[in-house]
């Protein structure tokens, strides 16, 4: 005797079937639903909402000298004040989160790619090409990365281009030791062996199967990256071996407003804010996108 398959459930008239929710609809739904990453997604706009519409916002020419009369403290014309050279704090600060922020994303970029391939190298071709690579970035992880990017900036000579790649170079390590180790867990999946077996190239492989399986933990780590990007531009800025004066970029800001703490505290003291909101909120928003991304801690989100 058979049985008719049950009917499946059609929506009543006037309703509307509710889409199914994609990965990334669920992915913003556990992250947003983390005090933590709204508070990071807050601090981060306050520097990067600004730095994008500078021409708007910024109320003076960042390089524009005498607006006022030099060291002039924060007033309602001048809401951070003026440096030594009568020029718009807060103009500068503004204009400044765009070259910052540009060093620390092209920083990370070059870090990421630089990674991708020796990771990729590395993890699945294995034997003599795993040892080369990974000897290779035993030794650059030998120094930390903030002296390496100092030996790439005296080399190439100190200039902003230079910086990027630097800063860019600092980072490759990081990402092909952690690029590496997941790609040698993910080859070994049935779904890898499967294109394989139907004659995929290694090249289609890596790219459709293992790359997209491999996302999770690379995004967080170029949150966090992005971070630490954006401290070493700065300190090298700070150190002369980044931006020039009078280009306003928050590290250089810094160093010019060092010798003058005792009279003019502001010079200094608004570019060290804007550094700290964008590491923070890039730090926090990077915790909460680990603990939304990381299967074993979805529970807690």
């Known amino acids: 005797?058979?049985?008719?398959?049950?009917?499946?459930?059609?929506?009543?008239?006037?309703?509307?079937?509710?889409?199914?929710?994609?990965?990334?609809?669920?992915?913003?739904?556990?992250?947003?639903?983390?005090?933590?990453?709204?508070?990071?997604?807050?601090?981060?706009?306050?520097?990067?909402?600004?730095?994008?519409?500078?021409?708007?916002?910024?109320?003076?020419?960042?390089?524009?000298?005498?607006?006022?009369?030099?060291?002039?403290?924060?007033?309602?014309?001048?809401?951070?004040?003026?440096?030594?050279?009568g020029r718009d704090v807060l103009s500068r600060v503004i204009y400044g989160g765009r070259l910052s922020l540009s060093i620390?994303?092209?920083?990370?970029?070059?870090?990421?790619?630089?990674?991708?391939?020796?990771?990729?190298?590395?993890?699945?071709?294995?034997?003599?090409?795993?040892?080369?690579?990974?000897?290779?970035v035993d030794f650059m992880l030998a120094f930390p990365g903030i002296l390496l990017a100092i030996a790439v900036v005296i080399m190439l000579g100190p200039s902003l281009g230079n910086l990027m790649i630097a800063v860019g170079v600092g980072g490759i390590p990081g990402f092909a030791r952690l690029i590496r180790g997941s790609v040698l867990a993910a080859k070994e999946e049935e779904f890898v062996h499967a294109a394989q077996a139907l004659g995929a190239s290694s090249l289609k492989v890596m790219a459709r199967h293992i790359l997209p399986n491999i996302l999770a933990p690379i995004v967080v780590l170029i949150t966090v990256s992005l971070a630490d990007a954006i401290l070493a531009g700065t300190g090298l800025s700070y150190l002369g071996l980044g931006a020039k004066p009078p280009t306003p970029e928050w590290g250089l800001m810094l160093s010019d407003g060092r010798d003058y703490m005792q009279v003019a505290w502001w010079v200094s003291t608004f570019p060290g804010i804007a550094i700290t909101l964008a590491v923070v909120g890039i730090n926090i928003l990077g915790d909460a996108m680990r603990n939304a991304i990381d299967p074993r801690l979805r529970g807690r989100v």
């Open 1 to 85: 005797m058979s049985t008719a398959p049950a009917p499946v459930p059609m929506p009543q008239a006037g309703e509307i079937a509710a889409p199914p929710e994609t990965y990334l609809h669920e992915l913003a739904r556990r992250l947003f639903r983390q005090p933590a990453a709204v508070i990071g997604v807050i601090f981060l706009a306050l520097v990067i909402v600004p730095a994008i519409f500078a021409p708007i916002v910024a109320p003076y020419d960042p390089l524009a000298q005498g607006l006022g009369a030099p060291f002039t403290p924060p007033t309602l014309q001048h809401l951070f004040g003026t440096d030594q050279f």
């Open 104 to 136: 620390g994303i092209i920083a990370v970029a070059i870090g990421l790619v630089g990674g991708l391939v020796l990771g990729f190298a590395a993890g699945f071709a294995g034997g003599w090409a795993d040892e080369g690579v990974m000897r290779f």
